[in-house]
């Protein structure tokens, strides 16, 4: 990728990301519809919902008017669109507050918690996944695939309860239950992140050292590789300044990829470690039936999820020299 | 298949896949035959003290509520592995139906089905089944039906690629100009050559199916009371955690044991077929 870049020479990549972009908007506008529509779907009536079975017809009447449940559907999806897109989802049923504002208190929590996974996956999943191409076939590499087909396939409740059964119950070292104190102090951050932040990572660096791995077996395989080595090459320099270079593409696609795996292990490592995060109020909006709040957070979810994609497609994009000077 | 070419399948196996095959066939044998050796009644309570551990009377010990937990657990495999069963089974063959009519089909129906899937495919699955869930409820049918919906659009869009691929080969070609029709060209032409490569992602899809299943029943949004699987096993135990109660770590090892057997069977198996 050099400075001297011409807009020929980026006129490829550029027409193709703009159109995955444009992919991306309109494949989040049909998600929308599809998630509005099954939700607007309800047997019961949600104003219904909200009064009890006490009410009587005409404040039931009366309250379907002011939640505008008496418009038809297409009117009520575009009011909804509207509010989402200028971030007014409606009013939550259950809080009786603006579903904004609810959003805006959880999501910088569940944002964090992603983060702070990923920092500290990462470096796991290159780990093993370097540690395994490099060694492919033999023993350590099949004891890797192993453990890590193994570890994607844990239940998360399960690698939660091992970890609070030794950590909170048995040491005595960390809480099980994940509440963030107000300025907190370095070590009762690390107390309060260190068990969600493992079990949410055990199914990233899997997942991610797995891809990792592959990444970096595609391009042993090629004669750039075999010549390095020729000329003798140490195996470190080799893969540090040969090969990983080359695979970045591969890799950071990869890494898009696995973590669109954090939200759906969010859901339930923010129920378990009472976690104020974003998934965990989803749990609630399905509990509590709360449908604007639910629909919301499905969105954000769905919109996080897509950028995720985007970004790989991009990032695969602009590392395939065929593409990028096509 | 034969039985004697399945035997000497199993038999090639690498190590971690023979593990895979044994915990998979134990699942099944328990499935079918749990209810019937479980010692006591899943819904008696037949212990004086809860969370009770192992015993020669209670092999695994006793619940929150003082019943026998190996009972529960040997009624609640049957919940876990035939509702997963099932739902993949739903899923496979209507997301390979689909496929195979979107590639027979005419043009238009196959655009519709593909960005119909493409749309549902970009909402991650858990997402997709807490949706499903609150706005249709979780009985028994429902959760079985929401779980296979969930998974439709993945094996659409394999078995859509193995069938575009398919559909191009010469033999197909020739059965078309001898005048078959679309329904034979789909079932007796495309569909026995997809089945092999398909039984991986069957396989994988079950796997996730399970993780679904119970992850959904651990929230308390899948199956309901009176019926338990392995994941409500979990939920209803949890507040014996803090005394290390065998009551959550049973269930929970159960679906880890199947889950991950199942994976490394898939894995040895497609392997195999690689070398």
Not at chain 1, 229 to 254: D, S
Not at chain 1, 279 to 291: G, I, Q, Y
Not at chain 2, 14 to 39: C, E, N, Y
Not at chain 2, 55 to 62: D, E, H, K, L, T
Request: proline share 6%; hydrophobic share 55%; aromatic share 8%.
């Amino acid at each position: 990728m050099s400075a001297v870049a011409t807009t020929s020479r980026w006129g490829g990549p550029a027409r193709l990301i703009v159109k995955r972009i444009g992919l991306a908007f309109v494949t989040l506008l049909l998600v929308s519809a599809v998630i509005f529509t099954i939700s607007g779907l309800l047997p019961g009536d949600a104003a219904q919902e909200v009064l009890g079975q006490s009410a009587t017809p005409a404040q039931v009447a009366a309250l379907r008017h002011e939640m505008g449940l008496d418009q038809p559907g297409p009117v009520r999806y575009f009011r909804w669109l509207g509010g989402i897109v200028t971030g007014n989802p409606g009013q939550s049923m259950v809080a009786n507050k603006p579903v904004a504002d609810i959003i805006s208190e959880r999501l910088p929590n569940t944002l964090t918690l992603a983060a702070l996974t990923t920092f500290v996956a990462v470096p796991f999943a290159f780990l093993i996944g370097i540690s395994s191409a490099v060694a492919r076939g033999r023993k350590l590499d099949r004891w890797l695939n192993v453990l890590t087909l193994s570890m994607v396939a844990l239940p998360e409740f399960l690698v939660a309860t091992i970890a609070v059964l030794i950590f909170a119950v048995q040491l005595l070292w960390l809480p099980s239950i994940a509440l963030v104190p107000e300025d907190p102090t370095p070590l009762q951050f690390v107390r309060v992140y260190a068990m969600p932040v493992i079990v949410l990572g055990v199914g990233v660096i899997a997942q991610l050292g797995r891809m990792i791995r592959a990444a970096i077996i595609a391009e042993l395989d090629r004669p750039y590789v075999e010549m390095a080595r020729l000329k003798g090459v140490l195996p470190t320099r080799l893969i540090f300044r040969h090969v990983l270079p080359n695979a970045i593409g591969p890799i950071v696609n990869a890494m898009a990829l696995s973590l669109s795996y954090l939200f759906g292990g969010a859901i339930i490592v923010e129920t378990i470690f009472s976690y104020p995060g974003l998934a965990s109020l989803m749990v609630n909006a399905v509990t509590s039936r709360d449908m604007p709040l639910l629909q919301a957070c499905a969105m954000i979810f769905c919109a996080a999820y897509l950028l995720l994609v985007l970004i790989a497609d991009t990032v695969a994009i602009l590392a395939n020299p065929r593409l990028r000077h096509g | 298949m034969s039985g004697r070419g399945l035997i000497h399948a199993a038999r090639v196996l690498p190590l971690s896949g023979k593990l895979g095959l044994a915990l998979v066939s134990f699942w099944i044998v328990i499935a079918l035959i749990g209810p019937l050796i479980a010692p006591y009644s899943p819904g008696a309570f037949v212990s004086q003290e809860v969370f009770a551990g192992a015993s020669s009377r209670f092999w695994f010990g006793s619940d929150f509520l003082g019943r026998d937990v190996l009972s529960r657990l040997l009624v609640g495999a049957r919940f876990t592995v035939g509702l997963s069963a099932v739902a993949v089974t739903l899923a496979s063959v209507t997301g390979t139906g689909l496929a195979l009519t979107a590639a027979v089909g005419p043009r238009w129906l196959d655009e519709l089905l593909s960005r119909t899937m493409d749309t549902l495919i970009s909402i991650p699955s858990k997402i997709f089944a807490l949706v499903l869930v609150a706005a249709f409820g979780s009985s028994l049918l429902l959760l079985t039906l929401i779980v296979s919906i969930t998974y439709v659009p993945g094996n659409f869009r394999i078995a859509r690629s193995l069938a575009v691929g398919l559909n191009q080969l010469d033999y197909v070609e020739v059965a078309r100009a001898r005048g078959e029709g679309r329904l034979h060209l789909a079932l007796v032409e495309m569909l026995p050559n997809m089945i092999r490569p398909l039984f991986a992602d069957i396989g994988l899809r079950f796997v996730f199916i399970v993780l679904l299943l119970s992850g959904l029943s651990f929230l308390g949004l899948g199956l309901q009371p009176p019926h338990a699987d392995l994941g409500s096993l979990v939920r209803e135990n949890v507040s014996g955690l803090g005394e290390s109660a065998l009551a959550i770590l049973v269930p929970a090892v159960a679906i880890a044991s199947l889950t991950v057997g199942a994976n490394l069977l898939i894995d040895a198996a497609t392997q195999g077929k690689a070398r």
